[in-house]
């Protein structure tokens, strides 16, 4: 162990002397394993980052829960769309039948929303507001986290009552201070007035969309439905399974009920579309999963360029130090010894080359959130992966130079000098 850590210790001081008297030179064949290391790291950190908020969004929109509607979520460009649009929209009455049938259900709700509204107060008006008209067990799902004031109420439900939850954004833009909100009476669509009875905390945006709660109000479906058709409305029921209960068990028995309540034949396809939250995460990993790739193979073509770059120096040096190697060699080093020292030489520059590509990745980490519009961060194993792509690719790069410097006749490599 002693002697390895010698040998270790002489490596980083021979690196180190080679970056001092060559430095230029030295640089510009780090450049290739900088920008290989610059393209992966920056390419996976970018990815996990953005993976990380896709996923926390999607998540947001329930766990363990089907939202039942005549899209299908995760079919892409290719869907057969004309096929859905015929399709019957959900209705508010097979939601109730499906808290009957489905024994596997722990929440069942109906929402129908409406984009672009304007909302009034007084002489101000603002415009692209979204309403959700929600039933009781909506917050039990999709949990709303209110800043000030209350959520809506069971009575609130019952008699479809005209009041509603303000979303952050909304109320910051039409009182200048969102907290002044709750408690006023504002005019919505169809010159109907309703009042604030709470602030939602503010969200922030999502990445898939999903429930834009800042730029919304939420409101009672009685109250919405005096105001819009359900029918044009995006109706869609959305069913929480039991947290004992397997996904597949829930689908099993939602696409049985809504077959019998839509009373369709055996024969007959289903009309509507069994939209899984958990199916839709695992879409979302394997799209990032083809990006990943995409990535790494631009990023092994650069690290091939940086691994020859460093094969190079390693070749000069080799030829620089012969008499040195030669002089080692005669007072007793072993082959092994010199083929070590080398093979860590050219680890330490590629580990030099990957610091500068990490330190121009974590600059542009802090610029991400205005960029980007999401903090990207450089995840610990990315760290290590970068730190063991350098070893192994200096390793590569150097086990042909120090074969060489390893097999040298001493004799013949002091009188080289």
Not at 206 to 218: A, E, F, M, R, T
């Amino acid at each position: 162990m002693r002697r390895f850590f010698e040998i270790l210790g002489s490596s980083l001081n021979l690196t180190w002397q080679e970056f001092k008297s060559h430095k230029v030179r030295t640089l510009l064949s780090l450049s290739g394993v900088a920008f290989g290391i610059f393209c992966i790291i920056s390419v996976l950190a970018t990815v996990d980052s953005l993976e990380y908020a896709v996923q926390n969004d999607i998540k947001a929109l329930g766990t363990n829960t089907v939202y039942i509607d005549k899209w299908e979520y995760t079919e892409g460009g290719d869907s057969p769309w004309w096929k859905y649009m015929k399709r019957p929209e959900p209705k508010y009455e097979e939601m109730l039948l499906l808290k009957k049938k489905v024994r596997s259900a722990a929440n069942v709700a109906f929402n129908i929303s409406a984009s672009n509204n304007k909302l009034e107060y007084g002489d101000d008006v603002i415009t692209g507001v979204n309403y959700y008209g929600i039933t009781e067990e909506f917050v039990n799902i999709q949990p709303v986290e209110i800043q000030l004031g209350r959520f809506l109420q069971p009575a609130d439900f019952d008699y479809g009552s005209n009041v509603v939850v303000m979303g952050y954004t909304v109320a910051e833009t039409l009182f200048g201070n969102a907290e002044r909100a709750v408690g006023k009476q504002v005019k919505m669509k169809g010159g109907k007035r309703a009042l604030v009875v709470g602030l939602i905390k503010k969200q922030g945006k999502s990445i898939v969309g999903g429930w834009d709660y800042d730029n919304s109000l939420l409101m009672p479906l009685g109250f919405m439905k005096q105001m819009v058709r359900e029918k044009y409305s995006s109706p869609i029921i959305m069913v929480q399974g039991k947290e004992t209960v397997p996904m597949a068990q829930l689908r099993d028995e939602l696409a049985g009920a809504m077959r019998s309540i839509r009373k369709l034949k055996p024969t007959q396809e289903d009309n509507f579309a069994l939209n899984d939250i958990d199916a839709f995460s695992s879409f979302a990993s394997n799209i990032f999963g083809g990006i990943n790739l995409g990535g790494w193979a631009i990023a092994i073509l650069s690290l091939i360029v940086g691994m020859f770059s460093v094969a190079n120096i390693m070749f000069v040096t080799v030829r620089e130090r012969t008499p040195q190697i030669g002089l080692k060699k005669a007072i007793g080093a072993r082959s092994s010894t010199i083929l070590t020292e080398f093979l860590m030489e050219s680890a330490f520059l590629c580990i030099m080359g990957g610091i500068l590509g990490l330190s121009v990745v974590f600059l542009l980490t802090l610029l991400s959130k205005s960029v980007v519009g999401f903090t990207v961060f450089i995840a610990p194993h990315i760290l290590i992966l970068a730190v063991t792509i350098c070893i192994i690719v200096g390793i590569l790069a150097g086990i042909i130079p120090a074969s060489i410097a390893a097999k040298m006749d001493p004799v013949v490599a002091i009188r080289s000098k």
